[in-house]
């Protein structure tokens, strides 16, 4: 494994980015590497549609009588999420860093696995354009015979890269023929740990000396419902390994909590939840707080609003300092680290390993989605 230090990652993607050998032959099929992520609305005018098909989503929100329930729910917070879209610069970048990161790592993949290229990088967004019915489509004007579906969730929950799965098994004959593998979660990869901890370093540097081990590193992720956590879902635990990696990286230097944010809705969610964690921080007399976005790749409306507008000024009135670690965006190493992930994996399925993990089999012992089973399956038939 080689070392992920910012100098070196620089100079692979570089050295990436101007190479001129390994040049795939003419008019050769790419492989599509399909980067699945629940997105964003790039406008203002896109948030309606945005929340709709999220609320939608049984598999995120399962909620009674939910296609009577998620055109009112979304109607009624349109006008609340249009505000923070607007407050954020007018929509979510989500989608401009996702072809950011997808275009460097179809690149250096190029370089790391020249038998399965030219590889190029797709989109296929769950709530909003573009969606996997339009992926298909240009994956079919593209010739597209090979494809892996990559989750751009590091940690693996039923509700995030399950629900995008499940669309993708639901449309698949959008694709045609198409042979498909999954990457289904890479939180430990160390790659992905090193970009998270070089981006908690320069947010720790901008603390004094003195009181910098003091200072408290607040991991929040996405937090889920409590009747998924207790049906079996691994996400909680996956997240944590992810916290545990980063502090054993950054040599269990500072104390820490992994917190939850962006509950919705009356029923239980795990917690705590972040803001309510940075109240509790002010009350045992901390003073500085490093918060890291440790399930999300890129910027959008959670870190952007969520955390820099609403915990980040709340924090600061309670009388603590807090400094937010910048989000992987387009961080050479983190670019380096997701190019890895899929030339390992296409290396391993070329040698005769399965299209999908081992644990990427395993149902949650609470499931009752027949959906959930047949895409399962499916996925490890290679699509077949």
């Given at each position: 494994m080689?070392?992920?230090k910012t100098?070196?990652?620089?100079?692979?993607?570089?050295?990436s980015?101007?190479?001129l050998?390994?040049?795939?032959?003419?008019?050769?099929?790419?492989?599509?590497?399909?980067m699945?992520?629940?997105?964003g609305?790039a406008?203002?005018?896109?948030?309606h549609?945005?929340?709709?098909?999220l609320f939608?989503?049984?598999?995120?929100?399962p909620l009674p009588f939910?296609?009577?329930l998620?055109?009112?729910?979304?109607k009624?917070?349109t006008p609340?999420?249009?505000?923070?879209?607007a407050?954020?610069?007018g929509g979510?970048?989500?989608?401009?860093w996702?072809?950011?990161?997808?275009a460097?790592?179809?690149q250096?993949?190029d370089?790391l696995h020249?038998?399965?290229a030219?590889?190029?990088?797709y989109v296929a967004?769950r709530y909003?354009?573009p969606?996997?019915e339009?992926t298909?489509r240009?994956?079919q004007?593209?010739?597209?015979?090979?494809?892996?579906?990559?989750?751009?969730y590091?940690?693996y929950s039923?509700?995030?890269?399950?629900?995008?799965?499940?669309?993708l098994?639901?449309?698949?004959?959008?694709f045609?023929g198409i042979?498909?593998?999954v990457?289904?979660r890479?939180?430990t990869?160390?790659g992905f740990?090193?970009?998270v901890?070089?981006?908690?370093?320069?947010?720790l540097?901008?603390?004094p000396?003195?009181a910098?081990g003091?200072?408290?590193?607040?991991?929040?992720a996405?937090s889920l419902p409590?009747?998924?956590v207790?049906?079996?879902d691994?996400?909680?635990?996956e997240?944590s390994a992810?916290?545990?990696a980063v502090m054993?990286?950054?040599?269990n230097?500072?104390?820490?909590?992994?917190?939850?944010?962006?509950?919705?809705?009356p029923?239980?969610?795990?917690?705590p939840?972040?803001n309510?964690a940075?109240?509790?921080?002010?009350r045992?007399g901390?003073?500085q707080?490093?918060l890291?976005?440790?399930?999300?790749?890129s910027?959008?409306i959670?870190?952007?609003?969520?955390?820099?507008?609403?915990?980040v000024?709340e924090?600061e009135e309670?009388?603590i300092h807090?400094?937010r670690a910048?989000?992987?965006n387009?961080?050479p190493?983190?670019?380096?680290a997701?190019?890895?992930?899929?030339?390992?994996?296409?290396?391993?399925y070329?040698a005769?390993?399965?299209?999908t993990?081992v644990?990427?089999?395993?149902?949650?012992?609470?499931?009752k989605?027949?959906?959930?089973g047949q895409?399962?399956?499916?996925?490890a038939r290679?699509g077949?």
């Amino acid at each position: 494994m080689m070392p992920f230090k910012t100098s070196t990652a620089t100079r692979a993607l570089a050295r990436s980015y101007a190479s001129l050998h390994n040049v795939p032959p003419a008019g050769k099929s790419p492989t599509a590497i399909v980067m699945l992520n629940m997105g964003g609305p790039a406008t203002v005018p896109e948030t309606h549609d945005f929340l709709k098909n999220l609320f939608s989503d049984g598999d995120l929100i399962p909620l009674p009588f939910q296609s009577f329930l998620a055109p009112w729910i979304a109607k009624r917070r349109t006008p609340q999420i249009e505000a923070q879209y607007a407050a954020i610069g007018g929509g979510s970048p989500i989608l401009k860093w996702s072809e950011h990161q997808g275009a460097g790592m179809a690149q250096l993949l190029d370089e790391l696995h020249p038998e399965t290229a030219p590889h190029k990088s797709y989109v296929a967004f769950r709530y909003v354009r573009p969606l996997t019915e339009e992926t298909a489509r240009q994956m079919q004007a593209d010739g597209v015979k090979r494809a892996v579906a990559f989750t751009q969730y590091p940690q693996y929950s039923c509700s995030t890269t399950g629900s995008s799965l499940n669309e993708l098994f639901r449309k698949k004959d959008n694709f045609g023929g198409i042979e498909w593998s999954v990457i289904d979660r890479w939180g430990t990869h160390p790659g992905f740990v090193e970009a998270v901890s070089q981006n908690i370093e320069a947010a720790l540097q901008k603390f004094p000396e003195s009181a910098r081990g003091d200072t408290v590193i607040l991991f929040s992720a996405h937090s889920l419902p409590m009747s998924v956590v207790n049906r079996g879902d691994p996400y909680v635990l996956e997240v944590s390994a992810s916290v545990a990696a980063v502090m054993a990286r950054l040599g269990n230097n500072n104390p820490y909590r992994l917190v939850w944010q962006s509950q919705v809705g009356p029923s239980a969610w795990m917690g705590p939840q972040t803001n309510d964690a940075l109240k509790g921080m002010a009350r045992l007399g901390k003073k500085q707080v490093v918060l890291v976005p440790i399930a999300f790749t890129s910027d959008h409306i959670e870190t952007l609003y969520e955390l820099d507008h609403e915990y980040v000024r709340e924090a600061e009135e309670l009388g603590i300092h807090v400094e937010r670690a910048e989000s992987l965006n387009g961080s050479p190493v983190f670019i380096r680290a997701l190019a890895d992930i899929a030339a390992k994996h296409l290396k391993d399925y070329s040698a005769g390993g399965g299209p999908t993990s081992v644990q990427l089999g395993l149902r949650c012992p609470g499931c009752k989605n027949a959906t959930c089973g047949q895409q399962k399956s499916w996925f490890a038939r290679g699509g077949a």
